[in-house]
């Protein structure tokens, strides 16, 4: 006799509710996009106890009849979609699947109460287990109230397995944050316990909306991403992310947005903080809100319960556009450093003030975020320094100065940066020497670089100039070493050379790197490197990026093998073209630190309108190839605040 029987209706809806409400946030999610979904302008959100005693989610939308209540408690029952091809051509509503208010209604005591909008009254429903246990006409506002009470009374396996209030609530309060950060048009609310977290005013200003929900620190350093100029699946990015400076040490703030859905979207995530290159810590993330406008059809919301995963029908191209636009963003704001030391150095976590409400501060705090760069101790990065001495030293360093086409190395003029300056005099400040780059000078006009008045060298290491705004410090090895970086990337893109080796290098593979090599071998010859598999376990290397021979040991060392291994391990993950590139851009970076005029060496008014001449000229002229900064600025204001030029009767 067999013991297969089907389940009765009962245990299937607890069953199927479990998918879709899995604690108090998968409620207030499903709720709130219904609010939306009927275009609402206003969302009020009010939970108690974590959500686990009450929940009440109340909407000025359109409302629904008594008839349509009933309808909208039962399984698979939408007004959003008609059949299957709706599904295929692309999904436009938050909501689809007709089965939230079911799931919802299954495991606890809920009331609906709605009126549509040319209506003389509304309608109450109540349900109770998954059963309808009344339905009245009642009095009421245009919209709908959503009221849960009780959740999981009739399951308490599940119940027994929420968690604190705390972290109930939190989950909540990112569902409800999301929804409002998505949806600047519209003002969202949300109270805990009777008293309010944050409130948006709904006015469509989204730097507002994360002011309410974040703080007006968070929103003062926030860069507007306004599309990309990559081609691809999307239609446009758009958003906010922040300076590098206002980071959590969690990814849950990188908040995107799919045609107006919130989602977390891992891929979107991994783009957005691809973007800053490794400037961040390895336990840092940036706030971001970014919102993806694509063709329904090219991407698949319905890969996911509780549909907070989306499925794109080309990922890689959705990652390069992201990435492209977020990047562009940062860099045009001046605040990018690209490939920072993650690890090495990293400022405090940003604090958060929800409930904060826009003011004029916030514009002149959003001014002073723009800033080129606040100084803020990051260290430096690996490579930055070689300690050599010597005619070997300058050997190594002529030889990265000719390939690179820039002629007599540079650090011949002085010793190595790390030395200490050889008298007391040597540690002058040349004063004497002041340049004016302040744009008249038609050889000196600053397109990126703020303009100055160049007042001298600090310690022969620093430039120091004033500008409109303050004071700046320039690092000029720093600033030589992105010049030469730019330089060497850029001849490195326009012709890449390959140079054939003496003896192929003979590299032994694993599996998984032999299992790489195949579908890498196209993308590495396009870098120059030529590569054959002889065997199941052995690549040989035949020729390699000219740029690069002289820099790594081919023949006799263990770094050009290790160099191949680390380039196959890149398509492990991400897009292969982009990794490998990443890779070699390493390369480029520590070659442009051998001819890079170092530390403690005295530069001519020439060589210093020189320098801030070409670095001006870079694509990003505020970072080192390692992610150092190269120009810090100390701002007027905090000047007057340490020399407590505030207090009374010392202003001025």
Same mark, same amino acid.
């Given at each position: 006799?067999?013991d297969i029987r089907r389940?009765?209706d009962?245990?299937?809806?607890?069953?199927?509710?479990?998918?879709v409400?899995?604690?108090p946030a998968?409620?207030?999610?499903e709720?709130?996009?219904n609010s939306?979904?009927a275009?609402?302008?206003?969302?009020?959100?009010?939970?108690?106890?974590?959500?686990?005693?009450?929940?009440?989610?109340?909407?000025?939308?359109?409302?629904?009849?008594?008839?349509?209540?009933?309808?909208?408690?039962?399984?698979?029952?939408?007004?959003?979609?008609?059949?299957?091809t709706d599904?295929e051509?692309?999904?436009?509503?938050?909501?689809?699947?007709?089965?939230?208010?079911h799931?919802?209604?299954?495991?606890?005591?809920?009331t609906?109460?709605?009126?549509e909008r040319?209506?003389?009254?509304?309608?109450?429903?109540?349900?109770?287990?998954?059963?309808?246990?009344?339905?009245?006409?009642?009095?009421?506002?245009?919209g709908?109230?959503?009221?849960?009470?009780?959740?999981?009374?009739?399951?308490?396996?599940?119940r027994?397995?929420?968690?604190?209030?705390?972290?109930?609530?939190?989950?909540?309060?990112r569902?409800?944050s999301?929804?409002?950060?998505?949806n600047?048009?519209v003002?969202?609310?949300?109270?805990?316990?009777?008293?309010?977290?944050?409130?948006?005013?709904? %006015?469509?200003? $989204?730097?507002?909306?994360?002011?309410? =929900?974040? *703080? &007006?620190? #968070?929103? @003062?350093?926030? !860069?507007?991403?306004?599309?990309?100029?990559?081609?691809?699946?999307?239609?446009?990015?758009?958003?906010l992310?922040?300076?590098?400076?206002?980071? %959590?040490?969690s $990814?849950?703030?990188?908040?995107?947005f =799919?045609? *107006? &859905?919130? #989602?977390? @979207?891992?891929? !979107?995530?991994?783009a957005?903080?691809?973007?800053?290159?490794?400037?961040?810590?390895s336990?840092?993330?940036?706030f971001?809100?970014?919102n993806?406008?694509?063709?329904?059809?090219?991407?698949?919301?319905? =890969?996911?319960? &509780?549909?907070?995963?989306?499925?794109?029908?080309?990922e890689s191209?959705?990652?390069?556009?992201v990435?492209?636009?977020?990047?562009?963003?940062?860099?045009?704001?001046?605040?990018?450093?690209?490939?920072?030391?993650?690890?090495?150095?990293?400022?405090?976590?940003?604090?958060?003030?929800?409930?904060?409400?826009?003011d004029?501060?916030?514009?002149?705090?959003?001014?002073?975020?723009?800033s080129?760069s606040?100084?803020?101790?990051?260290?430096g990065?690996?490579?930055?320094?070689?300690?050599s001495?010597?005619?070997?030293?300058?050997?190594?360093r002529?030889?990265?100065?000719?390939?690179m086409?820039?002629?007599?190395?540079?650090?011949?003029?002085?010793a190595?940066?790390?030395?200490?300056?050889?008298?007391?005099?040597?540690?002058?400040?040349?004063?004497?020497?002041?340049?004016?780059?302040?744009?008249?000078d038609?050889?000196?006009?600053?397109?990126?670089?703020?303009?100055?008045?160049?007042?001298g060298q600090?310690?022969?290491?620093?430039?120091?100039?004033?500008?409109?705004?303050?004071?700046?410090l320039?690092?000029?090895?720093?600033?030589?070493e992105?010049v030469?970086?730019?330089?060497?990337?850029?001849?490195?893109?326009?012709?890449?050379?390959?140079?054939?080796?003496?003896e192929?290098?003979?590299?032994?593979?694993?599996?998984?790197?032999?299992?790489?090599a195949?579908?890498?071998?196209?993308?590495?010859?396009?870098?120059g490197?030529?590569?054959?598999?002889?065997d199941?376990?052995?690549?040989r290397?035949?020729?390699?990026?000219?740029?690069l021979?002289?820099?790594?040991?081919?023949?006799?060392?263990?770094?050009g093998p290790?160099?191949?291994?680390?380039?196959?391990?890149?398509?492990?993950?991400?897009?292969?073209?982009?990794?490998?590139?990443?890779?070699?851009?390493?390369?480029?970076?520590?070659?442009?630190c051998?001819p890079?005029?170092?530390?403690?060496?005295?530069?001519?008014?020439g060589?210093?309108?020189?320098?801030?001449?070409?670095?001006d000229?870079?694509?990003?002229p505020?970072?080192?190839?390692?992610?150092?900064?190269?120009?810090v600025?100390?701002?007027?204001?905090?000047?007057?605040?340490?020399?407590?030029?505030?207090?009374?009767?010392h202003?001025g």
């Amino acid at each position: 006799m067999s013991d297969i029987r089907r389940l009765d209706d009962a245990t299937v809806d607890r069953i199927a509710a479990g998918e879709v409400v899995e604690r108090p946030a998968s409620v207030v999610k499903e709720l709130v996009e219904n609010s939306v979904d009927a275009s609402a302008n206003r969302v009020e959100v009010r939970v108690k106890t974590g959500g686990t005693e009450r929940i009440e989610v109340r909407d000025d939308g359109h409302g629904m009849s008594g008839e349509d209540l009933e309808l909208a408690v039962a399984e698979h029952a939408t007004s959003k979609i008609r059949d299957v091809t709706d599904l295929e051509a692309g999904v436009g509503t938050l909501g689809f699947r007709g089965e939230a208010l079911h799931a919802i209604g299954a495991v606890s005591r809920l009331t609906i109460r709605s009126r549509e909008r040319n209506a003389d009254r509304g309608a109450e429903l109540r349900v109770e287990g998954g059963e309808v246990i009344s339905r009245e006409p009642v009095g009421c506002p245009v919209g709908t109230s959503v009221v849960v009470e009780d959740l999981f009374y009739n399951v308490p396996a599940r119940r027994k397995y929420l968690k604190t209030e705390a972290t109930e609530f939190g989950r909540v309060n990112r569902v409800v944050s999301g929804y409002a950060l998505a949806n600047p048009d519209v003002a969202v609310s949300l109270a805990h316990n009777g008293r309010e977290t944050f409130a948006t005013e709904g %006015r469509g200003d $989204r730097r507002a909306a994360i002011m309410a =929900v974040y *703080g &007006r620190e #968070v929103a @003062a350093g926030m !860069v507007p991403v306004e599309g990309t100029d990559e081609t691809g699946p999307l239609n446009g990015v758009t958003g906010l992310v922040s300076h590098p400076e206002t980071n %959590r040490a969690s $990814r849950e703030y990188i908040h995107v947005f =799919v045609n *107006g &859905r919130w #989602v977390t @979207a891992s891929a !979107v995530r991994e783009a957005v903080v691809d973007a800053y290159g490794r400037q961040l810590a390895s336990d840092r993330y940036p706030f971001a809100v970014v919102n993806l406008d694509i063709d329904p059809a090219s991407v698949d919301v319905n =890969v996911h319960p &509780r549909k907070l995963e989306v499925r794109f029908a080309d990922e890689s191209g959705m990652r390069q556009q992201v990435r492209d636009a977020v990047e562009s963003a940062l860099l045009d704001a001046g605040l990018i450093r690209s490939s920072a030391p993650r690890g090495r150095s990293k400022v405090d976590q940003t604090e958060i003030r929800q409930g904060e409400s826009t003011d004029d501060e916030l514009n002149g705090e959003r001014g002073a975020s723009d800033s080129v760069s606040r100084g803020t101790g990051q260290s430096g990065g690996s490579g930055e320094t070689r300690a050599s001495t010597g005619d070997e030293a300058g050997t190594d360093r002529a030889v990265a100065t000719d390939a690179m086409g820039g002629g007599e190395a540079k650090s011949s003029r002085g010793a190595d940066e790390s030395a200490e300056p050889s008298s007391a005099d040597d540690r002058r400040f040349h004063a004497a020497t002041q340049t004016t780059l302040d744009g008249t000078d038609p050889d000196c006009e600053f397109d990126r670089l703020p303009a100055m008045r160049v007042l001298g060298q600090l310690h022969d290491t620093y430039l120091v100039a004033e500008t409109d705004d303050g004071l700046v410090l320039v690092d000029q090895h720093a600033a030589d070493e992105r010049v030469n970086y730019e330089r060497l990337r850029e001849q490195f893109a326009d012709d890449v050379q390959t140079q054939a080796l003496a003896e192929p290098v003979v590299v032994s593979l694993t599996p998984r790197e032999a299992a790489l090599a195949e579908p890498a071998r196209e993308t590495l010859a396009q870098l120059g490197f030529t590569i054959r598999l002889e065997d199941a376990r052995t690549l040989r290397v035949e020729t390699v990026p000219a740029l690069l021979a002289d820099a790594v040991e081919w023949d006799t060392g263990a770094s050009g093998p290790s160099l191949v291994r680390d380039l196959l391990d890149d398509f492990a993950e991400g897009d292969p073209e982009r990794t490998v590139e990443a890779a070699v851009d390493d390369l480029l970076g520590d070659l442009a630190c051998y001819p890079a005029v170092t530390g403690n060496v005295s530069l001519t008014e020439g060589d210093t309108t020189a320098l801030l001449t070409a670095l001006d000229d870079c694509e990003n002229p505020y970072a080192c190839p390692h992610g150092r900064p190269v120009v810090v600025e100390v701002s007027r204001d905090e000047i007057t605040e340490r020399f407590e030029r505030d207090y009374p009767g010392h202003g001025g």
